[in-house]
């Protein structure tokens, strides 16, 4: 049903770096299927690729910040969450500097220049997260919580608090990503006055001004010291006895400090390189454990590399036994597929019911019985069989055969009483009536095998066996 997304055609954003200053330029390439988010620092001498993943993620203060080796790129966030939103999967980002620009502290640029470009699909299939139980992290010391829920789609509820007469607790929601450009975009990145001259001692902000960010003076000072903060931020002298808010323009909406701090949690969940599928509900979050999260699902992906199938038995299939027969040449015992449950132009999933009275189970093995290895491999090859002959015209005048095997790995026993959960995946065009596939065997979450195969279309010769 999805396939991976890229740009139609490359664009390019310039402006000062928030924390450097310099005048930087980040230029978004379309990138080919499976590519993922990679990051080009293109005035270094080696000009080094950096994958955007969270565990090359090494600072998170007022920012991510992603390394390789020395290299290192910050201030990333607002670009991949526009990029996630707009269900980017793949795409190649070069970069004159160690940040990227901050425009207005906002996403929205990235937003309207991917919309002026726009976005097309690729013939790959896209690879979700898909959530199966409640994931959670806390931090007890800030106080700072992020759980993630099974969901069909990806949402985010952010609730944010401080210690501040101007800035207290605050609420955002996104349900629908497509409502992003619109409700959470334009959000700025906020700092407390009291938080400026910190920042500045340790190097960084040096390219903050009252344009790109939301500035929020709530503890009064001697009028001295705001004189010379301002002078050391370039802005205009202001009245020391005057509190509030001190940017130039005013808030977009009352809860724009939450609707950014959503903003953030996307930008840095698109590091788990996947999209999700779930909700997230998180208090009082910020980089830290915005990366901390991340790192834990990275790690699950990595222990997980591929997730079953939804399956409800309750669901018709999209194809049963009988539809199944019209097209495959096995018959009892040899018919190893029971039901089609999912099929597009780039996959199949389906079901096979391991049953105790299996014939196979009589020889292996008494006292014992494990379903054959191969037997396995048939039944993916078999859902393999039931995808290629979508791409004829007449299926009914095609039967699909087994005809080659590769990378062929099993992870565990399948005994009588399970159901086997099958997805078979193209990985190549359809040639001379062959397909390549990658398929996919799981009992409940746990993957049991996988392998490459390739099936091949003939002619079927019912006509003259009647």
């Not at 425009?103 to 690879?127: C, H, P, T």
Request: with cysteine.
């Amino acid at each position: 049903m999805y396939k991976q997304k890229t740009l139609k055609d490359s664009f390019s954003l310039s402006g000062k770096g928030l924390h450097t200053g310099l005048d930087l330029t980040v230029t978004f390439k379309p990138a080919p299927a499976d590519y993922g988010y990679k990051i080009q620092r293109i005035d270094l001498d080696s000009q080094p690729v950096i994958d955007a993943y969270a565990e090359n993620v090494r600072e998170t203060q007022r920012g991510t910040v992603l390394f390789k080796g020395n290299a290192k790129v910050s201030t990333v966030e607002h670009a991949l969450a526009a990029l996630y939103a707009a269900g980017i999967d793949n795409c190649h980002m070069e970069v004159n500097g160690p940040e990227f620009p901050i425009l207005d502290g906002s996403a929205i640029q990235y937003v309207e220049s991917i919309q002026r470009v726009g976005v097309k699909e690729q013939d790959a299939l896209k690879d979700f997260y898909v959530v199966k139980s409640k994931i959670e992290v806390r931090d007890e010391k800030t106080g700072s919580s992020i759980i993630l829920l099974p969901d069909d789609e990806f949402s985010v509820n952010v609730l944010i608090s401080f210690d501040s007469k101007i800035l207290y607790n605050q609420y955002a929601s996104l349900d629908d990503m497509r409502d992003f450009p619109q409700e959470i975009a334009s959000s700025r990145t906020f700092v407390f006055v009291r938080e400026i001259e910190p920042l500045l001692g340790v190097g960084l902000i040096k390219g903050g001004d009252l344009d790109n960010a939301i500035v929020i003076y709530e503890r009064e000072m001697p009028q001295e010291r705001y004189d010379k903060l301002s002078e050391i931020m370039g802005v205009p002298k202001m009245d020391a006895h005057k509190l509030g808010f001190i940017m130039h323009k005013p808030l977009t909406w009352d809860n724009e400090p939450a609707r950014h701090k959503l903003l953030d949690i996307i930008g840095d969940l698109a590091l788990v390189g996947k999209p999700i599928k779930g909700r997230i509900i998180a208090t009082r979050p910020g980089h830290t454990i915005n990366n901390k999260f991340a790192r834990i699902l990275r790690k699950n992906i990595t222990l997980n590399d591929a997730q079953a199938p939804a399956y409800n038995p309750a669901i018709p299939p999209v194809m049963n036994l009988q539809q199944i027969q019209a097209g495959l040449p096995q018959r009892y015992p040899m018919l190893l597929l029971d039901k089609v449950i999912a099929m597009t132009d780039l996959y199949a999933e389906g079901v096979k019911n391991v049953t105790n009275d299996e014939f196979f189970f009589q020889g292996h093995f008494p006292g014992q019985p494990i379903m054959p290895g191969v037997l396995i491999i048939e039944a993916m090859a078999q859902l393999g069989g039931t995808l290629a002959l979508q791409y004829t015209d007449n299926p009914q005048q095609y039967q699909a055969r087994f005809v080659k095997i590769d990378n062929t790995r099993f992870r565990h026993e399948v005994i009588p009483g399970d159901t086997m959960l099958m997805r078979a995946v193209k990985t190549a065009p359809m040639r001379h009536n062959m397909l390549s596939l990658k398929g996919y065997t799981f009992v409940a979450d746990k993957l049991v095998a996988e392998a490459e195969f390739m099936v091949q279309l003939t002619k079927s010769d019912k006509e003259q066996q009647i």
